[in-house]
């Protein structure tokens, strides 16, 4: 798994980054851009998504406990078995449809 909790990546350009497993738990992604990136797999657990374009990401099996997604877009994401529960926001999710 690729460690990086409590990364400080707001505001990012991380489009089509391949983040499969990666270790996100605490990680600052607030306005990045995760336009098509891959976080199959990955651990964002606690990680502060607010305002991220998760739009067209593969978040299938990933870990989004406690995360906050206030604002974020999550059009057209991949969340097949994504672990979603505590997740803060998603009533403010741009696309998501539970």
Do not use: C, F, K, Q
């Not at 499969?20 to 605490?26: I, K, P, S, V």
Request: glycine residues 10%; negative net charge.
């Amino acid at each position: 798994m690729l460690p990086m909790s409590e990364a400080d990546l707001r505001e990012a350009d991380l489009r089509g980054a391949d983040l499969r497993g990666a270790d996100l738990r605490w990680a600052d992604l607030r306005w990045a851009d995760l336009y098509e990136a891959n976080l199959r797999g990955a651990d964002l657990r606690w990680a502060s998504l607010r305002g991220a374009d998760l739009s067209g990401a593969d978040l299938r099996w990933a870990s989004l406990r406690e995360a906050d997604l206030r604002e974020a877009d999550l059009s057209g994401a991949a969340l097949r078995g994504a672990h979603l529960y505590g997740a803060i926001g998603l009533e403010t999710a741009i696309g998501y449809t539970p």
